[in-house]
């Protein structure tokens, strides 16, 4: 699986936006882009996956670099419970399973 | 999203007893499950990887031996600590697919050991 480089740690206002960048310069062309979270004492939370182009949904949005070696997960509005750890992995088309990183700790602050 | 459940919650056992950590897919058919752990501090570990009716897929450094996965149906995977020790006291989490879909996680089992 190709590898992904996340920053250890991130802090956010609330109430304003947050973007958690991800690098991932080996992605091969049939891997797609997978964004989960995990609260504390929790199980991981999908929240949005992508492959080329930029995805919206109701909880994020996820912006992918034109060449891919990168993507950024955008929170529109951060909350106190979005304070979580988000992992950004990389899975080929048909694989099957997901290998999970060290993560980036986003804490809000109120 | 699809809702996974996972039962017991958490479980303190001896050392040497064995315990059972069911997963269940409530609302899809999992064709493939997958068991994770979490020691503290530290990501997700993948265990095993299990298709319906198929013997489970151990990672390297996962005893088959000791962490019984029994997958029998599309709704229901099973893992069993066998002969428990403070150890194993770790957050187990379960995971379900079906197909090439989005994988969904358990709320995860905290086991302690004594």
């Known amino acids: 699986d190709a590898k992904t480089t996340q920053p250890n740690s991130m802090e956010s206002n609330e109430e304003e936006p947050v973007h958690l960048p991800c690098n991932h310069s080996?992605?091969?062309?049939?891997?797609?882009i997978h964004w989960y979270r995990q609260l504390p004492s929790q199980g991981p939370e999908y929240v949005i996956h992508?492959?080329?182009s930029n995805v919206n949904n109701r909880m994020a949005s996820l912006a992918i670099a034109e060449d891919r070696k990168s993507s950024t997960l955008i929170l529109h509005r951060a909350t106190l419970r979005d304070a979580a750890v988000y992992y950004c992995i990389l899975r080929e088309t048909g694989a099957n399973n997901l290998f999970f990183g060290t993560g980036t700790r986003l804490t809000v602050i109120p | 999203g699809a809702v996974v459940s996972q039962h017991p919650s958490w479980v303190i056992c001896k050392s040497g007893t064995s315990v059972k950590i069911e997963c269940r897919s409530l609302?899809?058919?999992?064709?493939?499950m997958f068991w994770y752990r979490q020691f503290p501090k530290q990501s997700l570990m993948l265990m095993a990887t299990s298709n319906e009716g198929s013997k489970a897929t151990y990672e390297q450094g996962v005893e088959k031996d000791k962490f019984l996965i029994n997958h029998a149906s599309l709704t229901l995977s099973t893992l069993t600590v066998t002969s428990a020790h403070p150890e194993d006291s770790s957050f187990y989490i379960c995971?379900?697919?079906?197909?090439?879909?989005?994988?969904?996680f358990g709320p995860g089992t905290r086991l302690l050991v004594l």
């Open positions: 609302d899809f058919q999992a064709t493939t």
């Open positions: 080996t992605i091969s062309g049939t891997d797609y």
């Open positions: 992508g492959l080329t």
């Open positions: 995971s379900a697919r079906r197909g090439r879909e989005t994988q969904y």
